[in-house]
């Protein structure tokens, strides 16, 4: 089945789960396993991102890229150590046009501040929502632009929106959402300028996955398409969506971790097996006939090869 909410799997494999246990912790604990084993038929989507920057940073629900244009034209994709080996990294944090797209690693916030400029942070809502909620803390570590580091509390408290005392911040080093019932988003903002730094709800420090593309000298934004690995995201209540909808095979998920936890190795291992097997099938089931297969002509499409051995 395709995805589903955290109320549907409850109620099909709710009492898979021990006594003790309740069914968002065990998802919470079963799923990023999951997720992590493969390129699973509902783990993949699309986004497109337009930057001017010599950089992107992917959303916090996507874990990897696996193929990429920009422009509309197909760019390889580069470890993170590639052009330190290479020709040591530019003074930016764009790469050299040659080498396409290169992974820069996690980032504490999604867009980087000039720091040739004074900024003010803004929490806010997201869309539908219209004002914050009235529980949660957001942390912030910033340096201003006499040089001072600012540990900033923002207690969340309903209103429209909360902005920083300070005016004349430069960099932000670290942000932490601490029991954000909801999604909220940390925006740093000069004038008319605003750069989103930070998105999400619950308990976690931000952090966002960075790609380093050639910045166009003539500085028009460039448009990134992505085909992304879908991340597992914490999930919170019955209305959060699970991605993974095989619910066979997070059934077997369930009772392998339970097996791991009563200290039975063999039937773990067997549930995990199986799990695996439910997820190759439902993937291979999918492709249909675009699943690609390795072919070797010897004689190059010119007709039949005699005498080969």
């Given at each position: 089945?395709?995805?589903?909410?955290?109320k549907?799997l409850?109620d099909?494999?709710?009492?898979?789960c021990?006594?003790?246990?309740?069914?968002?912790?065990?998802?919470?604990?079963?799923?990023?396993?999951?997720?992590?084993?493969?390129?699973?038929?509902?783990?993949?989507f699309?986004l497109?991102?337009?930057?001017?920057?010599?950089?992107f940073?992917?959303?916090?629900?996507a874990?990897?890229?696996m193929?990429?244009?920009?422009d509309g034209?197909p760019?390889?994709?580069?470890a993170?150590?590639?052009?330190?080996?290479?020709?040591?990294?530019p003074n930016?944090?764009?790469?050299?046009?040659?080498?396409?797209i290169?992974?820069?690693?996690?980032g504490?916030?999604?867009?980087?501040l000039p720091?040739d400029?004074n900024h003010?942070l803004?929490?806010?809502?997201?869309s539908?929502?219209?004002?914050?909620?009235?529980?949660?803390?957001?942390?912030?570590?910033?340096?201003?632009?006499?040089?001072?580091?600012?540990?900033?509390?923002?207690d969340?408290?309903?209103?429209?929106s909360?902005?920083?005392?300070?005016?004349?911040?430069?960099?932000?080093?670290?942000?932490?959402f601490e029991?954000?019932?909801?999604?909220?988003?940390?925006?740093?903002?000069?004038?008319?300028?605003?750069?989103?730094?930070?998105?999400?709800?619950g308990?976690?420090?931000?952090?966002?996955?960075r790609?380093r593309t050639?910045a166009?000298?003539?500085?028009?934004?460039?448009?990134?398409?992505?085909?992304?690995?879908?991340?597992?995201?914490?999930l919170?209540?019955?209305?959060?969506i699970?991605y993974?909808?095989n619910?066979n095979?997070?059934?077997?998920?369930i009772?392998?971790?339970?097996?791991?936890?009563?200290?039975d190795?063999?039937?773990?291992?067997?549930h995990w097996?199986?799990?695996?097997?439910?997820l190759?099938?439902?993937?291979?089931?999918?492709?249909?006939?675009?699943?690609q297969?390795?072919?070797?002509?010897p004689?190059f499409?010119?007709?039949?090869?005699?005498?080969m051995?």
């Open positions: 089945m395709p995805a589903t909410t955290v549907s409850s099909q494999l709710s009492s898979y021990s006594p003790d246990q309740r069914f968002i912790p065990v998802m919470n604990l079963v799923l990023p396993r999951l997720y992590a084993m493969g390129y699973w038929r509902d783990l993949c699309e497109e991102i337009t930057t001017s920057n010599g950089y940073s992917l959303p916090a629900e874990e990897s890229i193929c990429a244009t920009i034209t760019k390889s994709l580069w993170q150590w590639h052009d330190y080996k290479i020709s040591g990294i930016s944090y764009s790469a050299f046009p040659i080498f396409g290169v992974d820069d690693g996690y504490p916030v999604k867009e980087v720091n400029t003010t803004r929490l806010e809502p997201i539908p929502d219209t004002v914050l909620p009235n529980d949660g803390t957001v942390y912030v570590t910033y340096e201003r632009s006499n040089g001072d580091t600012v540990n900033f509390v923002f969340v408290n309903g209103s429209a909360m902005s920083t005392a300070h005016v004349d911040i430069r960099r932000v080093s670290e942000v932490r029991g954000v019932p909801v999604n909220i988003r940390l925006v740093g903002f000069a004038g008319a300028d605003t750069y989103v730094l930070a998105d999400g709800r308990d976690f420090v931000a952090r966002y996955r790609y050639g166009p000298s003539n500085g028009d934004a460039q448009i990134v398409f992505l085909l992304l690995k879908r991340a597992f995201i914490h919170m209540n019955d209305n959060d699970v993974l909808g619910v095979a997070i059934k077997s998920a009772l392998a971790t339970t097996a791991e936890d009563n200290a190795i063999e039937r773990s291992g067997y097996q199986v799990c695996r097997q439910l190759d099938e439902e993937k291979d089931a999918y492709r249909g006939g675009s699943r297969v390795f072919t070797v002509d004689n499409g010119n007709g039949p090869t005699y005498n051995y």
